[in-house]
């Protein structure tokens, strides 16, 4: 099954910040986070492990609170280059990662 | 470090046709998995291979098939196409199973 992505969407301005949603009704293993610019290939981000460690990116971060099975990704002060769409995919141990359907996120000059 | 490859990277084709996808991990990278990529399904896992070994697998119709090589290089096979086959095929090479995915730019396949 399939983690759910929150928001689908967003739109910003530059320099605001933003937070994706990803949850899963499995025991989580690992969370992974993507980003797809159009026409383009998904570009890995980071990866979180169960253990709930945050883990930062320049200004993009991600946590990984396993009681719940959820994971965050912040976007702060956002960036012209930050518009794309993100994908979360989460793993049981030992299973392959399954993705979210994605949020799409547009940041405005 | 070359990145991930994939042959052709576009290919129009028509109903009842079959065709094969290449992929070329990064060097050192034993697992490679395929996904199909749609506007409305977003991004669905059809299979992984480690070390030649199939290791998972998604929810796709027989018809959808793959091998893995010695020298880890991965094709994936779809035989009897249907206009739903039409989608953007990605491959991803990791070190192994866990870790993260390093995607290769997609064969956009076309069925009329």
């Known amino acids: 099954q399939q983690p759910v992505q929150s928001p689908q969407a967003v739109i910003l301005r530059e320099g605001e910040d933003a937070v994706i949603n990803c949850s899963s009704s499995?025991?989580?293993?690992?969370v992974h986070w993507y980003r797809q610019k159009h026409g383009e290939a998904p570009v890995f981000l980071m990866i979180?492990?169960?253990?709930?460690e945050q883990k930062g990116h320049e200004k993009i971060s991600a946590s990984f609170n396993e009681k719940k099975q959820q994971s965050s990704l912040y976007l702060t002060a956002s960036q012209l280059s930050y518009s794309g769409t993100y994908f979360c995919?989460?793993?049981?141990?030992?299973?392959?990662?399954?993705f979210g359907d994605g949020t799409t996120l547009t940041v405005k000059p | 470090k070359a990145g991930v490859t994939q042959t052709p990277r576009y290919l129009i084709k028509t109903r009842g046709q079959q065709v094969t996808l290449s992929c070329s991990p990064i060097?050192?990278?034993?697992?490679v998995s395929w996904y199909q990529q749609t506007p409305g399904q977003g991004l669905q896992f059809l299979f992984e291979y480690f070390s030649e070994t199939q290791r998972n697998k998604g929810n796709f119709p027989g018809r959808f098939s793959g091998r893995q090589f010695s020298n880890s290089r991965s094709e994936m096979n779809v035989s009897t196409l249907e206009l739903g086959d039409s989608a953007l095929y990605l491959c991803?090479?990791?070190?192994?199973?866990?870790?993260?995915?390093?995607f290769g730019p997609g064969t956009r396949l076309t069925v009329l």
């Open positions: 991803a090479s990791s070190l192994a199973t866990d870790n993260e995915q390093f």
């Open positions: 995919g989460t793993a049981v141990l030992g299973g392959k990662s399954t």
């Open positions: 060097s050192g990278h034993r697992s």
């Open positions: 499995k025991a989580l293993y690992s």
């Open positions: 979180l492990l169960k253990g709930g």
